[in-house]
């Protein structure tokens, strides 16, 4: 009936087109009314925007940017405009469910959580503790991050766990603490407004982190630099745009600091004040010369020393970088360079002057921190016996628990599954058989498992499909806790709903596995709420680099957000800007920064007369990671509802290809098929390019197992591929 009505045009929808007066946004669709608004952070990217999150009924019908917050001013993202939509969105997980002949069938949380706690136990008694491995996200609260990290390394005994944030930020960990001594992010986003020159490399922000362009546009000053293969929407807004070939960002580092060098832009009273290795550095750098440099990246020698004038005669000079560095098997090393340059110039510590790493996910910052993975709680270091002794004081443990060295990273621990090493596996908030490279290899590790758990929002994914159990979670806008965001701003997070079904936030799962374990008691004592974890966790950071000391979530409330470090009894403001390094003082034995050499190399798999072609992956503005969330979003996955392949006209004619015809990517590993053909001067011959996101066109089918020996992080960037057109498009 409602089909004829459409078709006489009686129907015209009316109750899904109507609107109504918002107080201060006027006129909005109906179906945006809210009740009322509640103060929270968003649970995508690493911006950390305050949003407002619109309530009718018990239910969450808009998400619009909080115009007090200091991140974003009012502003968000398409992802973040449509957040709301993620709650109720279809697929979430609602009920434990527990494999059974065969099948996932519905059980009770009491039995979900026995039946984990006794099949964990039975795997370590016969393998030992270390035959379970868990594999985290960035997108839990700090205060779920400091729990889990507790309960793995403390409660359940192996040290195998990490989160997938080592897919995408662990470089940046590494570099940092091989430079400093330590990590965090010297800067803060202010620097994008007070910079006179800002050199972006491997950094698509127009997309990734659209947000931050607002600090960008506040600076009408600035001398915008882009280094990418491909000439993003980011490229676009570049004063100068350098199309350096791909993987060749090291070799451009190596040759800017030569130039500084030769040219006497170095900062020598910086340099012999606060470093260390600089004769060393500039040993290593004499074959980096502008010759050797432009044959390797591609650029002209000109533009070279363009853009090593324009960096070293810069009062306030700052590179920011994310993915296009860190996804690289040499990415530590590059974040090594990125900073000898901003040390060689003395370009940290003040406004406007740092080596900025822009970060992934919401709470990247928050795992790194408080989450027990890659360092001790506080970024206290394994190795260090003072820092043991600190914590197990803290924790009131023998000093015996706290573990002396690190466990498998995440590729490790899939390598470990592999070969039967790691035989129980615990996953929360991720989704690796589409996000893992070398997808193949991942899914044969996985079917190795004798116990595999998934804890998500959402059910089925691609992962969960695979699992003996699965423990539906809570999500953003469900729970309560606080972010941390690229420049160390911690932001809360608030409950604006109740979960699904029977889904349980995280923290909750946590302590009633503890419970089930024996340990609850030991470790989380008098615990039931996220807030017992953050102000245990304010105890523990505090005097250290991350010193939460003096923040309380009733300050995060009234300010919108916090920089660490921020200890108890400051006389600072909370409204103000602080960076890491202001008094030159690194986390180093001496106290001195490190200028390490590291020296360029080509990318492992070459192209060859098979595969000619460098496929180079990224993220589109409209989706989020492996489109769990934003592709059961009408509007977003609308907009980009399916993945492309880029390739440059040359290439195009010389294969015989047509725009939008379907092709597949073919590499060593497996093949993409029929991937929509995008025919375009945004890469240069010789490259394509498709976005990650989509499970059904799923990049990982072709790149390859390559990580960097230091930080363990993947080489997603480039692998080596033929593309042909698709069966039915050769018929």
Request: glycine letters at 8%; proline letters at 6%; one cysteine or more.
């Amino acid at each position: 009936m409602k089909t004829v009505r459409e078709f006489l045009g009686v129907d015209i929808q009316r109750e899904q087109y109507a609107y109504a007066d918002d107080p201060l946004a006027g006129h909005v669709s109906a179906q945006r009314l809210a009740d009322h608004w509640v103060k929270t952070t968003c649970g995508y990217c690493s911006v950390g925007c305050g949003m407002m999150l619109g309530i009718r009924d018990g239910k969450a019908v808009a998400a619009r940017g909080n115009p007090d917050h200091p991140v974003n001013g009012g502003k968000l993202c398409p992802k973040g405009l449509a957040e709301h939509h993620a709650i109720t969105a279809p697929g979430r997980a609602t009920h434990p469910m527990l494999r059974r002949n065969g099948r996932l069938s519905r059980v009770s949380w009491s039995d979900a959580i026995a039946t984990m706690a006794m099949e964990f136990r039975r795997i370590q008694e016969r393998y030992g503790n270390e035959a379970i491995g868990v594999i985290s996200t960035g997108q839990l609260v700090t205060e779920e991050f400091y729990t889990l990290g507790k309960l793995v390394q403390l409660g359940l005994r192996t040290p195998h766990y990490d989160g997938n944030t080592t897919l995408c930020m662990a470089t940046a960990v590494a570099g940092y603490k091989r430079s400093f001594g330590s990590d965090g992010p010297p800067g803060a986003y202010e620097d994008f407004a007070l910079a006179d020159v800002i050199l972006l490399l491997g950094a698509n922000i127009a997309e990734n982190h659209p947000i931050l362009c607002r600090h960008l546009d506040a600076n009408p000053r600035k001398t915008l630099i882009v280094a990418d293969p491909r000439v993003t929407k980011t490229a676009m807004m570049a004063d100068l745009y350098l199309p350096l070939r791909p993987r060749s960002d090291l070799a451009l580092l190596n040759g800017i600091a030569h130039l500084l060098v030769r040219d006497g832009l170095v900062d020598r009273a910086f340099v012999d004040a606060h470093t260390e290795g600089y004769s060393e550095l500039c040993t290593f750098l004499e074959r980096y010369t502008p010759e050797y440099v432009s044959g390797i990246t591609g650029l002209s020698i000109a533009q070279l020393h363009q853009v090593a004038v324009l960096y070293g005669r810069a009062k306030r000079g700052m590179i920011a970088w994310t993915m296009g560095v860190n996804h690289s098997s040499i990415g530590v090393e590059t974040v090594n360079a990125i900073n000898n340059l901003a040390l060689l110039t003395g370009n940290i510590g003040r406004p406007g002057a740092s080596p900025f790493s822009i970060t992934g996910q919401c709470n990247a910052m928050g795992t790194r921190e408080a989450g027990f993975t890659s360092s001790l709680p506080g970024y206290r270091k394994f190795e260090s016996e003072a820092d043991r002794a600190e914590l197990a004081t803290l924790w009131n443990l023998p000093v015996e628990r706290i573990p002396t060295a690190r466990g498998l990273a995440y590729p490790d621990i899939i390598e470990a599954a592999l070969a039967r090493k790691i035989r129980g596996l615990w996953i929360i908030a991720t989704n690796p058989v589409v996000s893992f490279p070398n997808r193949d290899v991942l899914r044969q590790a996985l079917g190795n498992l004798e116990f595999f758990v998934v804890q998500d929002g959402f059910h089925p994914t691609p992962t969960s499909e695979l699992v003996d159990l699965v423990l539906p979670a809570a999500t953003w806008g469900e729970k309560e806790g606080t972010y941390t965001n690229s420049e160390r701003r911690v932001s809360k997070v608030s409950p604006a709903v109740a979960p699904p079904g029977e889904a349980k936030p995280d923290f909750d799962i946590f302590l009633a596995l503890a419970g089930q374990l024996g340990c609850a008691d030991e470790l989380f004592p008098g615990w039931s709420s996220p807030r017992d974890a953050f102000e245990e966790w304010r105890s523990v950071s505090a005097g250290r680099l991350c010193d939460y000391s003096g923040i309380t979530w009733e300050l995060l409330e009234e300010h919108g957000g916090i920089q660490w470090p921020f200890p108890a009894g400051t006389s600072e403001s909370p409204n103000g800007v602080r960076r890491l390094y202001e008094e030159c003082f690194f986390q180093t034995s001496t106290g001195r920064a490190r200028l390490l050499c590291g020296d360029w190399k080509p990318f492992p798999e070459q192209p060859s007369a098979d595969f000619p072609l460098v496929l180079n992956t990224g993220r589109t503005v409209e989706h989020w990671h492996t489109r769990t969330k934003t592709g059961a979003i009408p509007i977003l996955h609308t907009l980009s509802p399916r993945a492309w392949l880029e390739m440059n006209p040359r290439d195009a004619r010389a294969l015989g290809l047509r725009p939008h015809q379907r092709v597949d990517v073919v590499s060593a590993r497996g093949a993409v098929q029929r991937v929509e053909l995008r025919i375009t001067e945004i890469v240069a011959p010789g490259q394509v390019f498709m976005p990650f996101h989509f499970v059904e066109w799923n990049a990982n089918a072709v790149t390859q197992s390559e990580f960097d020996p230091v930080s363990r992080e993947p080489n997603y960037k480039q692998c080596a591929v033929r593309v042909e057109a698709s069966a039915a498009a050769r018929s």
